[in-house]
């Protein structure tokens, strides 16, 4: 399995914006699917962005298209992720998850998870 730590959160205002990055150890990085997840408090964690492995393919859920960018470098084994114009509704914590295989938004497919790292978009 491989080992994810996030970074880059922290509080900006509606308009502005953040990137987060997630550096991975251990495992073969570029054999894993990446993808960024959100949990807002009270609620379910939901994907919000995942790239395939080599990142030519890219999905993103739909309240954050146009907005935010996933990008992965599979030489440093990090991914990243963009988010511009935020609003006050993309407050969460974030994590960084891994999945064996192909590209996908299915939370069940993750199989390493980051200790997540806290977005707060004040209004």
């Known amino acids: 399995q491989v080992q994810l730590v996030e970074s880059g959160g922290g509080l900006v205002q509606a308009g502005g914006s953040l990137r987060l990055s997630c550096a991975a150890s251990?495992?073969?990085?570029?054999?894993?699917?990446m993808g960024w997840f959100r949990q807002a408090p009270g609620k379910e964690r939901e994907f919000v962005a995942a790239i395939s492995r080599g990142g030519g393919s890219t999905l993103y859920t739909d309240s954050v298209k146009g907005r935010f960018t996933i990008s992965r470098d599979n030489a440093k084994k990090m991914v990243s992720l963009q988010m511009n114009s935020l609003k006050p509704e993309d407050t969460a914590v974030y994590y960084c998850?891994?999945?064996?295989?192909?590209?996908?938004?299915?939370?069940?497919?993750?199989?390493?998870w980051g200790q997540g790292t806290q977005v707060t978009v004040s209004s």
């Open positions: 998850a891994a999945s064996y295989g192909d590209n996908t938004y299915m939370i069940s497919r993750y199989d390493s």
């Open positions: 251990g495992g073969t990085f570029s054999s894993y699917a």
